[in-house]
């Protein structure tokens, strides 16, 4: 981890089996690379799954355009729904963290875990996973889980970009 990350507090890292061991328990977490329509989570009874193939079929600046709205939108909304509390972020096969998005959005610091999936599957959720994203890198998806999450984060992101085929 860089020392930016630690000089501002912002990211820790944690135990990575004990924090995919919640979500797994909760989402029964199924990664393959080689499935592209079948969820690799148990989809919570309420969210939205978003469609990121709009993005990915687009190089250059206007995907690095859709990209960072995507992330500033999830940042804003973290921020106005978390006020100090942390959250977690799963990074499959890599470090896990806690992470404030308050002192985040504060400092000059990037994200050690994207949460637009740009290669691997990548989880921002609260600590009791009441809310939270799940970012699947091969079906190009999204998915908003949690009523809080799903009116703020996912009314947004529908906006303009489509519901993916695997939502409800």
């Excluded at 990211?11 to 909760?26: L, Q, T, V």
């Excluded at 106005?80 to 308050?102: C, G, I, V």
């Excluded at 999204?142 to 996912?154: I, Y």
């Amino acid at each position: 981890m860089s020392e930016a990350f630690r000089a501002e507090g912002v990211w820790r890292p944690i135990e990575y089996a004990e924090a995919w061991a919640a979500f797994d328990a909760r989402f029964d977490f199924k990664p393959d690379y080689y499935e592209r329509d079948v969820p690799a989570i148990r989809l919570p009874d309420i969210c939205v799954v978003i469609d990121l193939a709009p993005v990915f079929a687009h190089e250059g600046a206007p995907f690095a355009a859709a990209e960072a709205a995507i992330t500033a939108a999830a940042l804003r909304n973290f921020v106005w729904l978390t006020d100090e509390e942390e959250l977690t972020a799963l990074d499959w096969q890599h470090t896990a963290y806690r992470y404030s998005p308050t002192k985040h959005a504060l400092a000059d610091v990037g994200w050690p875990v994207p949460l637009f999936p740009n290669g691997d599957y990548y989880v921002h959720t609260t600590s009791d996973l009441r809310w939270g994203t799940f970012a699947h890198p091969w079906q190009q998806s999204l998915t908003v889980w949690g009523e809080e999450l799903v009116r703020t984060l996912g009314a947004e992101l529908l906006t303009w970009l489509p519901r993916h085929a695997q939502s409800r």
